[in-house]
């Protein structure tokens, strides 16, 4: 087997239409495998992952996102020799907000939202790769700065700001007609974000999520 490069693991990730998003060394820490050298964190690669996904097995049965990462990325994991976490299933829960903001390549948002260089407010982790290589991304430029930052000002009822996520205030507002181009088109918040606008999330995606979240609140 050819030794394992980002390149490599690029390859590999694509006919899934998955990224990796970002890294951190995980050499020695508790929580990880004695082997385990890196951590890399994946999510879906635009344009084409939502009409992939539509297409698999999982579609049409219950969460068939987060069985169709279990697959895919658990499948990944073994062929590498390595281990598959999930920011689902528990709880317990992996750290996966702390385990993002290690890699360089994901912030805290002025709105507490992660933020992606190249995926704005819309990035999604979908699961992570622990493997035996030392393998990380280099750091990226943060996109927040000087960017006037429209996320904090977005939401029409302050749901989502500077102080934190006020849940209860965003279910409220969604139940509202007022609330129908959040449901239909994905948070508002999250398409402000100038980087959010550049990446070619569908808005058929943004609103099966908003859905979820919605109906499980």
Known sequence: MAKLSLDRL????????????GGFDCAGEAGFPDWARS???LGPRE??????????????????????????????ACDLGGK????????PYDPFYQWALRTGRVWDSPVRLLVHGTQGLMVS??????LREALKLPAAHKPCEGCAQPCVTACPVGALGAEGYDVPACHSFL?????????????RVRRA???SQGYAR???QSAYHMGRFHRAG
Not at 13 to 19: A, D, R, S
Not at 47 to 61: I, Y
Not at 175 to 187: F, V
């Open 10 to 21: 690029t390859a590999l990730l694509e006919p899934h239409f998955l990224e990796v998003l």
């Open 39 to 41: 951590a890399l964190l």
């Open 47 to 76: 344009p084409g992952f939502w009409a992939h996904l539509k297409a698999q097995p999982e579609w049409g049965g219950a969460d068939p996102v987060d069985r169709w990462s279990r697959r895919v990325i658990g499948r990944l």
């Open 84 to 91: 598959a976490r999930f920011p689902f299933g528990g709880p």
């Open 125 to 130: 982790i979908r699961g992570a790769l622990v």
């Open 175 to 187: 139940d509202q007609p007022e609330g129908t181009d959040c449901l239909s088109n994905g948070c």
């Open 193 to 195: 974000c100038p980087v």
């Open 202 to 204: 569908l808005g058929e």
